[in-house]
């Protein structure tokens, strides 16, 4: 009997209607049109604003797409994974909700967390449960309401990031398709430099910290930079090193979208063209887990079966890593 892979077998993506543009920002915090497109690429991100919705609404509509384009059952799901930093309330899985939400009744369902590596961890977990042959379908959601952790008065951060969500289907090949190569990272020395202070079990919310902001995410931006090219750039020649693949060989690179130039950068390193770069951070900003999910739904119809795609991501913790994945349909 062949091995059996973890391939992706469909897709799909939800992004909330509200459009926060860089000319809404301008009036907002001093900022200009011109300087976050040159230092960023961003054009626009996309934000929740219905109260009461949190991430788990991103999650279930991102799903819901991917099952109404498909067809599938959501009682044949196995595994739901919500990738996520921003779950929807503490003690209480936010996939759980979503399982059931979608009519996945028969799941298990749980989070996982890794900043904005959660979805590229999140593809190492969901393959590994399929490769395992211990379950059949397995729905990994990337998912993040950004703006409920956003000082919208703090200029470096409130221009970067958007909510959104997207989904993929992992299902067994026996063709040699989906998930050949993965090298993940982490560095606990890089928590310091992008945070949420308060709020969580170090320190609990108090008014006095609420007061001043420090509920909100704070980012050394320089400092995150300088990491994110060198990682994100070192694990994609990586992987493609030890894959004997070349610049020719590869279709695709799908890199988390947090800022134009540290995705350039990682391009160039691995001597990629840029019409095989996927790219949309112009349209949504850094969504964090939903970057590399949202990006695989923009794409899908460019997509071929056997393409060579490299995953690379780099995010909170420090957290970072590369997928080598082949493409296991044609849409
Ligand atoms: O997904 C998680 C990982 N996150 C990332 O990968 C993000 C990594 N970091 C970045 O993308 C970039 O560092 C930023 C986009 C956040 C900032 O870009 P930068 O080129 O590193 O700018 P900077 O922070 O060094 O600031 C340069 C100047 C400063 O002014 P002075 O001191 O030179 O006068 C800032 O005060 O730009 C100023 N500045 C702004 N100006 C207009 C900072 N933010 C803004 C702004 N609009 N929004």
């Known amino acids: 009997m062949s091995k059996i892979s973890a391939a992706i077998t469909a897709v799909g993506g939800y992004v909330p209607e509200y459009v926060l543009t860089n000319q809404i920002l301008e009036t907002m915090v001093d900022t200009n049109d011109e300087w976050i497109t040159t230092r960023t690429g961003i054009k626009e991100r996309r934000i929740l604003k219905e109260d009461g919705k949190g991430t788990s609404f991103l999650a279930i509509n991102a799903a819901n797409d991917l099952i109404n384009k498909t067809g599938l059952d959501p009682k044949e799901i196995d595994l739901?994974?919500?990738?996520?930093?921003?779950?929807?309330?503490k003690a209480a899985s936010t996939a759980a909700y979503t399982a059931t939400q979608i009519g996945a009744t028969n799941a298990f369902s749980f989070d996982l967390e890794a900043a904005c590596s959660s979805f590229l961890f999140g593809m190492s977990t969901a393959s590994s449960y399929i490769e395992s042959g211990k379950y059949k379908k397995i729905l990994l959601i990337g998912a993040d309401k950004n703006s409920s952790f956003i000082n919208y008065k703090d200029r470096a951060t409130c221009i970067i990031f958007g909510d959104g969500a997207g989904a993929v289907l992992f299902e067994p090949n026996e063709e040699g398709l989906g998930l050949q190569d993965e090298y993940l990272r982490s560095d606990g020395a890089g928590r310091e430099f992008l945070q949420a202070t308060y709020g969580?079990?170090?320190?609990?919310?108090?008014?006095?910290?609420?007061?001043?902001?420090?509920?909100?995410?704070?980012?050394?931006g320089k400092t995150v930079f300088k990491n994110a090219v060198f990682n994100m750039a070192d694990v994609a020649d990586k992987i493609m090193g030890r894959n004997n693949l070349s610049k020719d060989d590869v279709a695709w690179l799908v890199a988390h979208q947090a800022n134009k130039r540290i995705i350039d950068a990682t391009a160039n390193?691995?001597?990629?063209?840029?019409?095989?770069?996927?790219?949309?951070?112009?349209?949504y900003g850094n969504t964090t887990s939903a970057t590399l999910p949202l990006l695989l739904n923009d794409y899908e119809s460019q997509l071929k079966k056997g393409d060579n795609l490299i995953f690379a991501a780099f995010g909170g913790g420090f957290t970072w890593g590369s997928i080598y994945l082949k493409w296991a349909y044609n849409s």
Do not use: C, W
């Open 80 to 89: 739901v994974i919500v990738a996520t930093a921003s779950p929807d309330m």
């Open 200 to 220: 969580g079990s170090s320190y609990p919310s108090t008014p006095e910290a609420v007061a001043e902001g420090k509920h909100f995410v704070f980012q050394d």
């Open 269 to 283: 390193r691995m001597g990629l063209d840029e019409k095989k770069v996927m790219m949309n951070i112009e349209k």
